[in-house]
Nanobody, 120 residues
């Protein structure tokens, strides 16, 4: 079965850190661009960060640059999102997905998501 499983979410105070994990099964993570997305209550899903499969280049939403870092460990078939200096506006369900490249609008293998709550 092809799927992602996200984990690592939780409740943290503003300024704190979390590391989200995205474990892939049924396919090789390194063959795809991996993206992290989030959806806050009442808002549309937005792309947060992406790592390219071709050269490892990373891309991030302007509001998270300098705070969030995406990485992947192909040996573990797992991608990560290190989130530092968290802010209340980062509160959302975070998802990972795969695509052919970071600029694609077609993403698949969505996981169930992991909830991140940031309190003041």
């Amino acid at each position: 079965e092809v799927q992602f499983v996200e984990s690592g979410g939780g409740l943290v105070q503003a300024g704190g850190s979390l590391r989200l994990s995205c474990s892939a099964s049924g396919f090789s993570l390194g063959d795809y661009a991996i993206g992290w997305f989030r959806q806050a209550p009442g808002k549309e899903r937005e792309g947060v960060s992406c790592i390219s499969s071709t050269d490892g280049s990373t891309y991030g939403l302007h509001s998270v640059k300098g705070r969030f870092t995406i990485s992947s460990d192909n040996a573990k078939n797992t991608a990560y999102l290190q989130m530092n200096d968290l802010k209340p506006e980062d509160t959302a369900v975070y998802y990972c997905a795969a695509s052919t490249d970071c600029e694609s609008s077609l993403w698949g293998n969505w996981g169930q998501g992991t909830q991140v709550n940031v309190s003041l």
